[in-house]
């Protein structure tokens, strides 16, 4: 359908990716749909997203990103 998706890979099988998007939303796609699969260099978090939040933002963020 032409669609860009952007996600982490939350799991993946010989026929189909389930990509988590950055609303936390899970979506299944099978590999035949897929044209062109892109690993990103770049990190999805703002450059400076550790000057915007404020300690305890920080420090929930990081809990988060450990939980997963």
């Known amino acids: 359908s032409g669609e860009t998706l952007e996600g982490y890979i939350h799991r993946e099988t010989p026929t189909e ?39 305890r933002e920080l420090t929930d963020v990081v809990e988060f990103l450990a939980s997963r």
């Open 17 to 55: 990716i389930e990509l988590i998007d950055a609303e936390g939303r899970a979506r299944r796609i099978a590999k035949s749909d897929i044209a062109d699969r892109r690993e990103r260099t770049a990190s999805g978090m703002p450059e400076n997203f550790a000057e915007v939040l404020t300690p």
